[in-house]
């Protein structure tokens, strides 16, 4: 048996049979996208975000100059043959392709016939040969329809959906690029992940510190209540132990059954034994202040 776990922001924080969803269901019926042979970015059904790469120069200033064009296509060349998963799979194995070519969103603004476009003012904006360029360009300017200077450039690298091999290369792909260092460019990554990485790295980090602070909570409270003689039948802290014990036991023991039935693991769960055992805290002071009020305690003084 092994547990597995679901971190799809999709699956976890969609309504089940929403409208959306239905919806969805009946255009993947009606039409057919092929993405290893005729991707259309604008033509998509699933929630598909590619793998976006931004670079601004550590100066901030026009990115529109050779050197860092050249420090751009090493980079792109870098992410395309050196990032790798499984046997050497790399990512023209697993890329969208349109007419046999892998589809990088914004990749002729690195070609050598751009820039000297560029150098001539042929480059004209914000429609370039058929083309809005300012989806790829960041606080671009021009002067009378023509390209004269940005400080953003942006390429998006399509990958299969679906595709398990895909999402091994994006986990690469974090890892590689968040260690990479330019000596002349700022680079910003983003992939179809990344809001689910984020989101399970805040939940994870608010388990921990939960976690932590109970521990000491409990601990305090067991030396605290454990006197010089122990009385395993009239001391009513065991009661409290016990009840701490048996929420230990009862998620373990559904981590089990899960395992057992196929079930996948969130993380939201990691924070239900702590909720449980503050609830077994609630019930705890509630039977308390019942016993006060039936044995004549300070609620009675308010009777006449």
Known sequence: MQLKSEGSTEVLYTPMNSQASKDRGKARQLFTLDYKEN???????????????????????????KKYFDEIKAIDAFIRQSISVQSNVTFD??????????????????????????????????????????????????????????????????????????????????????????????????????????????????ILWISLTFTIMLTYASLATTGNRINCIADRSNLGRAGVLATVLAILGSFGLTSATGLKYVALVGVMPFLIVGELSNVHRYQRGSRKFFQGGPMHKYEK
């Open 39 to 65: 991707f259309d970015a604008l033509s998509q059904i699933e929630i598909s975000q590619p793998v976006d790469v931004m670079f601004r120069t550590k100066s901030e200033e026009n990115i529109l100059q």
């Open 93 to 206: 194995d697993i890329c969208a392709r349109f007419q046999g070519f892998c589809v990088v969103s914004g990749e002729s603004l690195i070609a050598d016939s751009f820039l000297d476009a560029l150098n001539r003012d042929e480059v004209t904006f914000p429609v370039y040969v058929m083309n809005d360029i300012s989806l790829h360009l960041g606080d671009a300017r021009s002067r009378n329809g023509t390209l004269k200077s940005t400080r953003l450039v942006r390429l998006q690298y399509n990958l299969l959906i679906k595709n398990d091999t895909s999402a091994l290369w994006e986990r690469e792909f974090i890892d590689q690029m968040t260690d990479y260092q330019s000596s002349l460019l700022d680079i910003a990554i983003s992939t179809s992940q990344s809001l689910d990485i984020e989101l399970d790295s805040n939940v994870s980090g608010d």
